[in-house]
């Protein structure tokens, strides 16, 4: 399968409709995904990027049939990582003396995968890849979001291949922005944001700032995953900058986990306190243990505020909480509050865990939290309900 981007620009990856979960384990696909790979022909060809490896023997066959393996001229690796570069040993084999372009680190991720002395050719930003009337402009991209990522900006079509940034995890026969429902491709845009490249924020505006100071046209925007921005395509580019400036909507997201029900009934006591004092205010409840982790992030990502609760166990907190928090100290959250809740039955730690565990991982604790013994009665649900009015004023 191919799809025509410009002439003798064309995509030719592999559509992922069964994915439903993606490096390793950690990050959830509701909607599968794609490994874009794309075939840039003039009086040179050049191939960027391949696909993941268990679609590494048919991705070669059907390129085979769009063109003689021998006629690729360059091969461009803008990331190591397998769900981008998993096809190239199959590929090499067939023409194992093409120059393989990529950043140094790209070479040392490279060799460490798939122990290769390919014909490396490293690049940095400003380089310059002739395909006859056309170039290709090399730009580094460091910790977006691996060290040895690079994009190319395709001159006389104006195409920036962009590699991880602006992409996300969408299987569509409809490889254009304007062909797909738009709220769920900014559904799905906004959740690879939150998950993959909130920790980079600080990069993301740097590297946009500088390429869009370039002043070049943009006709299109081709990422390494989902669909290609072809309508407006610096539409995605403002979002990166808006979503990389300690992001935050008017939300507050109360995540909890419970044993016997008590922390919920809190969770649900304060969600009507919050409202009462502010009603227009989104409030969202999430039980951990029972919501895909990914989906949750991406709700901390929209909120200027999160709660989080958990009844206490063995002096400690449940263990879909303690996960969720060793995520959310590695995405480093900013311009966000936050703080704790839940019951116990003798000790009672949970909370000051929670708070301790926010204010390390980058958020404002804005309250000592609320702590309640065995279940909620009703005085108790009433001091949650006024925790919750608490928090929505601070």
Same mark, same amino acid.
């Given at each position: 399968?191919?799809?025509?981007?410009?002439?003798?620009?064309?995509?030719?990856?592999?559509?992922?409709?069964?994915?439903?979960?993606?490096?390793?384990?950690?990050?959830?696909?509701?909607?599968?995904?794609?490994?874009?790979?794309?075939?840039?022909?003039?009086?040179?060809?050049?191939?960027?990027?391949?696909?993941?490896?268990?679609?590494?023997?048919?991705?070669?066959?059907?390129?085979?049939?769009?063109?003689?393996?021998?006629?690729?001229?360059?091969?461009?690796?803008?990331?190591?990582?397998?769900?981008?570069?998993?096809?190239?040993?199959?590929?090499?084999?067939?023409?194992?003396?093409?120059?393989?372009?990529?950043?140094?680190?790209?070479?040392?991720?490279?060799?460490?995968?798939?122990?290769?002395?390919?014909?490396?050719?490293?690049?940095?930003?400003?380089?310059?890849?002739?395909?006859?009337?056309?170039?290709?402009?090399?730009?580094?991209?460091?910790?977006?979001?691996?060290? =040895?990522?690079?994009? +190319?900006?395709?001159?006389?079509? $104006? @195409? !920036?291949?962009?590699?991880?940034?602006?992409?996300?995890? /969408?299987?569509?026969?409809?490889?254009?922005?304007?062909?797909?429902?738009?709220?769920?491709?900014?559904?799905?845009?906004?959740?690879?944001?939150?998950?993959?490249?909130?920790?980079?924020?600080?990069?993301?505006?740097?590297?946009?700032?500088?390429?869009?100071?370039?002043?070049?046209?943009?006709?299109?925007?081709?990422?390494?995953?989902?669909?290609?921005?072809?309508?407006?395509?610096?539409?995605?580019?403002?979002?990166?900058?808006?979503?990389?400036?300690?992001?935050?909507?008017?939300?507050?997201?109360?995540?909890?986990?419970?044993?016997?029900?008590?922390?919920?009934?809190?969770?649900?006591?304060?969600?009507?306190?919050?409202?009462?004092?502010?009603?227009?205010?989104?409030?969202?409840?999430?039980?951990?243990?029972?919501?895909?982790?990914? =989906?949750?992030?991406? +709700?901390?990502?929209?909120?200027? $505020? @999160? !709660?989080?609760?958990?009844?206490?166990?063995?002096?400690? /907190?449940?263990?879909?909480?303690?996960?969720?928090?060793?995520?959310?100290?590695?995405?480093?959250?900013?311009?966000?509050?936050?703080?704790?809740?839940?019951?116990?039955?003798?000790?009672?730690?949970?909370?000051?865990?929670?708070?301790?565990?926010?204010?390390?991982?980058?958020?404002?604790?804005?309250?000592?939290?609320?702590?309640?013994?065995?279940?909620?009665?009703?005085?108790?649900?009433?001091?949650?309900?006024?925790?919750?009015?608490?928090?929505?004023?601070?």
């Amino acid at each position: 399968m191919k799809f025509e981007i410009a002439p003798n620009v064309h995509w030719v990856g592999k559509i992922d409709w069964e994915l439903r979960k993606f490096h390793g384990e950690e990050y959830s696909t509701h909607r599968g995904s794609s490994y874009n790979s794309y075939l840039v022909r003039d009086e040179k060809t050049a191939l960027i990027d391949t696909v993941w490896m268990p679609f590494a023997g048919e991705f070669v066959d059907n390129l085979a049939k769009e063109i003689d393996l021998r006629s690729i001229d360059f091969v461009i690796a803008n990331h190591a990582e397998m769900d981008h570069s998993g096809a190239m040993p199959e590929l090499m084999r067939h023409i194992p003396d093409k120059p393989v372009y990529c950043t140094a680190n790209g070479v040392k991720s490279l060799k460490g995968h798939y122990h290769q002395d390919w014909n490396f050719q490293v690049v940095k930003t400003g380089d310059k890849l002739s395909l006859g009337r056309k170039e290709l402009v090399f730009i580094e991209a460091p910790m977006l979001h691996w060290p =040895d990522t690079m994009m +190319e900006y395709l001159t006389g079509d $104006a @195409i !920036l291949f962009s590699n991880d940034a602006f992409g996300q995890h /969408i299987a569509s026969e409809h490889i254009f922005n304007d062909l797909v429902v738009q709220s769920e491709l900014f559904e799905e845009a906004v959740k690879y944001y939150a998950n993959i490249l909130t920790p980079f924020s600080p990069l993301v505006t740097k590297k946009i700032n500088e390429v869009v100071g370039l002043g070049l046209p943009v006709n299109a925007i081709c990422p390494s995953h989902g669909v290609i921005w072809r309508d407006n395509p610096l539409q995605i580019v403002h979002k990166y900058l808006e979503w990389a400036d300690g992001y935050q909507e008017d939300q507050i997201t109360l995540i909890y986990d419970t044993m016997w029900n008590g922390t919920r009934r809190l969770a649900e006591a304060i969600a009507k306190g919050i409202k009462e004092k502010d009603d227009k205010v989104t409030v969202k409840l999430c039980n951990i243990a029972r919501s895909d982790i990914n =989906d949750v992030v991406t +709700e901390i990502f929209r909120s200027k $505020a @999160i !709660l989080l609760g958990s009844p206490t166990i063995n002096r400690g /907190i449940l263990n879909a909480m303690a996960a969720l928090i060793e995520m959310v100290a590695g995405l480093k959250f900013r311009n966000k509050r936050a703080a704790a809740f839940g019951c116990y039955g003798w000790s009672g730690e949970s909370v000051k865990i929670l708070n301790e565990a926010l204010g390390k991982a980058g958020f404002e604790v804005v309250h000592e939290g609320l702590r309640t013994m065995w279940q909620p009665g009703d005085d108790e649900l009433a001091q949650a309900v006024q925790f919750g009015r608490e928090i929505a004023v601070k």
